[in-house]
């Protein structure tokens, strides 16, 4: 399997524009994560799915975010519009079963909003 | 001006000799910790795990100590390379209540 896949690795757009991030998890997993890193505020969980539905989406910052995983082989982080501050690593993680085990990272969308 | 990043706590260790690395966590219910290994410019990736019914757990040169009591997790890397330099981080996947999976992490330099 070659792991997760994110796309595109670098995004660089103009504020208020649409920026949408895309994952391709592990076949076979049934766990979806979405995870936002910065300097300022590290790691940070934004949502989570199990088995294609949301499970936990209360660490998404604002409406501007949102989620969908239409299929378990694909979901997409959308951000509507873009603002300077959601400058950020954005990564991607599944696993076999919901939170219990370990998580594997895709490379990561490194975003950045001018 | 000046921006105030994440200030992650450095260890620097001599190649060849012996790492520990330490968390906290806080909730007292939490039963199931990571811990992951961060290289410049990739994802997190998984190095070893340890279950609250356990308070040591082996691995290839890693080993994780957990101490419930205290609340406190610690990595110890063996005979450190210079692979092993990245940002550590624990996390405790189950802890719902205040959304903090990943701990903040440690900077970890090998210095030859």
């Known amino acids: 399997d070659a792991g997760v896949i994110q796309s595109p690795r670098h995004e660089v757009t103009e504020m208020g524009q649409e920026v949408t991030l895309r994952c391709k998890p592990i076949?076979?997993?049934?766990?979806l994560f979405w995870y936002r890193q910065t300097m300022m505020r590290g790691l940070e969980l934004l949502i989570y799915f199990n088995n294609n539905v949301p499970i936990d989406d209360s660490g998404m910052p604002e409406d501007r975010f949102s989620a969908k995983m239409p299929n378990a082989s694909f979901s997409t982080l959308k951000i509507q519009p873009s603002e300077p501050r959601d400058s950020a690593v954005y990564f991607c993680?599944?696993?076999?079963?919901?939170?219990?085990?370990?998580?594997?990272f895709g490379q990561g969308t490194r975003l950045t909003v001018v | 001006g000046e921006s105030v990043g994440l200030h992650l706590p450095t260890l620097s260790v001599q190649e060849g000799d012996n790492s520990i690395i330490n968390c906290a966590y806080s909730n007292s219910a939490s039963d199931y910790f990571i811990w992951y290994k961060q290289e410049s410019g990739k994802g997190p990736q998984f190095i070893i795990d340890?279950?609250?019914?356990?308070d040591k757990r082996q691995g290839q040169r890693v080993t994780v100590l957990l101490n419930k009591t205290v609340k406190h997790l610690s990595l110890q890397i063996a005979a450190t390379q210079p692979g092993d330099s990245a940002v550590y981080f624990c996390?405790?996947?189950?802890?719902?209540?205040?959304?903090?999976?990943f701990g903040k992490g440690t900077r970890l330099h090998i210095l030859p």
């Open positions: 996390a405790d996947p189950l802890n719902r209540d205040d959304k903090i999976i």
């Open positions: 340890i279950r609250s019914n356990m």
């Open positions: 993680a599944s696993s076999l079963r919901h939170m219990n085990t370990e998580a594997f």
């Open positions: 076949s076979g997993h049934n766990s």
